[in-house]
């Protein structure tokens, strides 16, 4: 049976619809997840919600224990994650406010724990991380997109950067020459942790502001927070009907 949890990030500390049931604090042998899981349902959709920053939304992109978090979700039996993350848009369909849903990252983080594979092994193991989201994630998503008359882009690259400052506009050059589409600074670890432990993956990406040097002058906080809000709407519009879709019996 699937399980499927959603962990929000920045813009999205809560789903519409979604009536938590309980909270529950989790040790793992990795440390301490971001916040509580929340446990609810909407409709009859068992689903659980973690904040990706913590809650309060106090993390940053470089500290967040991508391990624990992603470690407490199998421990509860999740087998399917929903992945909100805001990002810069790069390319010419990558608007503040759009939606994407990425079939392809490139990592540029570093210094992060990002493996679940490092100590205590019997062997070396290397996971097959051709295709960093799960497909059939993906297709629920776009066919939810599509019932709800939602203009999403169904493709695109996603390049992770450390954070938890901007990028450059030599940064944004570049990664735009490497095939990015979009840039944000969640992605990884967590997408890898979840192909590591077997959890089905899919990220929503959502553009909160064009990345450096994509626009006029520099990029304001404000900006950032005035297209999340409008982004992040239709997030909860996407996760509800990919929800009823998916998961209604
Ligand atoms: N760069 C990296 N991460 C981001 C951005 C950005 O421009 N906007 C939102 N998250």
């Known amino acids: 049976m699937s399980k499927l949890a959603i962990i929000g990030g920045s813009g999205l500390s809560q789903i519409n619809g979604l009536k938590i049931t309980h909270r529950q604090q989790l040790e793992t042998p990795f440390g301490t997840p971001s916040a509580e899981f ?3 349902n909407i409709h009859t959709q068992d689903i659980i919600f973690l904040a990706r920053h913590g809650n309060p939304h106090s993390i940053p992109p470089h500290k967040i224990n991508y391990r624990a978090n992603i470690w407490g979700l199998k421990e509860l039996g999740v087998t399917d994650i929903i992945a909100v993350a805001a990002v810069g848009g ?9 939606i994407a849903l990425p079939d392809q990252l490139i990592d540029y983080s570093y210094g992060r724990e990002h493996t679940f594979f490092a100590d205590n092994l019997d062997t070396v193991t290397h996971i097959d991380f051709t295709f960093p989201y799960n497909q059939q994630l993906r297709t629920g998503l776009i066919q939810a997109a599509n019932n709800a008359n939602q203009l999403i882009s169904n493709t695109g690259t996603y390049g992770c950067t450390q954070g938890p400052r901007l990028e450059t506009i030599a940064e944004i050059k570049r990664m735009e020459r490497d095939g990015c589409d979009l840039v944000g600074m969640t992605g990884m670890p967590e997408a890898a942790l979840a192909q590591e432990l077997d959890i089905n993956y ?3 990406a959502v553009v909160a502001n064009w990345a450096a040097g994509k626009s006029i002058g520099v990029i304001s906080m404000t900006e950032i927070e005035h297209h999340l809000k409008n982004g992040m709407s ?3 519009s996407l996760l509800y009907s990919f929800i009823l879709n998916r998961y209604q019996t």
Not at 90 to 98: D, E, K, N, R
């Open 38 to 40: 929340m446990h609810g």
């Open 90 to 98: 790069i390319t010419a369909a990558m608007a503040p406010a759009h």
């Open 202 to 204: 899919a990220a929503i």
């Open 234 to 236: 239709n997030v909860n």
